[in-house]
Structures are given as structure tokens and as C-alpha cells.
T-cell receptor, first 113, second 113 residues
Framework: NAGVTQTPKFQVLKTGQSMTLQCAQD?????MYWYRQDPGMGLRLIYYSASEGTTDKGEVPNGYNVSRLNKREFSLRLESAAPSQTSVYFC????????????FGPGTRLTVT | GENVEQHPSTLSVQEGDSAVIKCTYSDSASNYFPWYKQELGKGPQLIIDIRSNVGEKKDQRIAVTLNKTAKHFSLHITETQPEDSAVYFCAASIVQGAQKLVFGQGTRLTINP
């Protein structure tokens, strides 16, 4: 099993450009999450999907959209990137609809200039 | 909303000594407290967790203790080894719609040989 995979690993965008971060899991998990990690601030939840077909906002959703494409895949879209979105983005998944035992992907390092 | 404070932000110990990292939380309804280890360039990895109906949990050299009255929980690593060097994050569950995790700011642990 590959676990949770994310693409791309690195990305540089100019202000105003758009892009989609991809995430897939092969553990048959029901719930998937997107976090951002900034220095000194831990991980903050952007959006989550408790089950296929549902998505909800987390702590810092502004400037982002998500799509739960199917049970395996959960994408994060930046429609008009801003320098404040420079961060490392992590996708995670868990079996249940709660916060328990989340498994994280390797992350995408995004720089917006 | 829930606030999770983690201390210290950096910790340096001699190989073979013990390391203790502490977290406090504010929401008395929190009932799940995981600890994650993040190595350089990788995603966080769940190393141990505890639920509110238990006061202590051990797994080989690591243990977590929970004091619900005082709203704090701690990670204890005994007989530290160089491979324990990493950033450690605590988290606490909250209920906002669905259950989610709020993370502490992280502790950079360095084991000196």
C-alpha cells in the first residue's frame, strides 16, 4: 500500500495563478482532510470530507475550494493564489468520520511570489 | 474555540536521557489526544494517542499521560536515541459540526550523542 500520496511535491506560482493539489489514499478510508503548516503555527485544517460526497470548511478555508472526486481522491484548489498561501500543504485520511488515527501524506511545498 | 498550547518549543537532551513535552487544552469536551512525529521533509506520523477515559498509555519507550481535571497531557520518551530527533505535535479533538483536531505549535526535539 502506498498510503496517502500527494502531487506535486513542490510548486511555485505567481500571484493570481490557479492550481489544484491532488491527494489519493489506497487504505479504503472514509474521511479525508487538507491542512496547511506554517512555521510556529502547527497544522491548521482547511477543509475536510467526512465521507464520499460531503465536504465542510475547517479553520482556514478562505481562498480554497475542494472536491471529493471519489472515495480515494480529495483535491484542493487555489483559484487565485496569494503570497499568504505560501505554505506546506498536507492531506490526511482516516477510517471513520471523526479525528481518530489520521494518516498524513508527504506534503506539497507551495511558494507564491 | 479550542486552543492547544505546547511547551517547550525546542528541547535538547543527551542520548539515553528522558524527554517530556507538555500540552494544555481549553475545551473540556475534548476526548481524543494524539501525538505526531514529523521528520524533516516528511508528513506527520501518529506515534501514540489517548482517549479521555484513560489516564496513561504506554508503547515501548513512549508514553502519554492525561489529566482531564487540569486539562493537560504529556508525551514521555525514555532512553532517547538519535532517531528520536524530530518535531513532535500534540493535538486535541473538538466538536464543531463534526469532530476535528486542533494542533499544538510543535516541539523540536534534538538528541545529542
Amino acid at each position: 500500500n502506498a498510503g496517502v500520496t500527494q502531487t506535486p511535491k513542490f510548486q511555485v506560482l505567481k500571484t493570481g495563478q490557479s492550481m489544484t493539489l491532488q491527494c489519493a489514499q489506497d487504505m479504503n478510508h472514509n474521511s479525508m482532510y487538507w491542512y496547511r503548516q506554517d512555521p510556529g503555527m502547527g497544522l491548521r485544517l482547511i477543509y475536510y470530507s467526512a465521507s464520499e460526497g460531503t465536504t465542510d470548511k475547517g479553520e482556514v478555508p478562505n481562498g480554497y475550494n475542494v472536491s471529493r472526486l471519489n472515495k480515494r481522491e480529495f483535491s484542493l484548489r487555489l483559484e487565485s493564489a496569494a503570497p499568504s498561501q505560501t505554505s506546506v500543504y498536507f492531506c490526511a485520511s482516516s477510517v471513520t468520520g471523526g479525528p481518530y488515527e489520521q494518516y498524513f501524506g508527504p506534503g506539497t511545498r507551495l511558494t507564491v511570489t | 474555540g479550542e486552543n492547544v498550547e505546547q511547551h517547550p518549543s525546542t528541547l535538547s537532551v543527551q542520548e539515553g536521557d528522558s524527554a517530556v513535552i507538555k500540552c494544555t487544552y481549553s475545551d473540556s469536551a475534548s476526548n481524543y489526544f494524539p501525538w505526531y512525529k514529523q521528520e524533516l521533509g516528511k508528513g506527520p506520523q501518529l506515534i501514540i494517542d489517548i482517549r479521555s477515559n484513560v489516564g496513561e498509555k504506554k508503547d515501548q519507550r513512549i508514553a502519554v499521560t492525561l489529566n482531564k481535571t487540569a486539562k493537560h497531557f504529556s508525551l514521555h520518551i525514555t532512553e532517547t536515541q538519535p532517531e528520536d530527533s524530530a518535531v513532535y505535535f500534540c493535538a486535541a479533538s473538538i466538536v464543531q459540526g463534526a469532530q476535528k483536531l486542533v494542533f499544538g505549535q510543535g516541539t523540536r526535539l534534538t538528541i545529542n550523542p
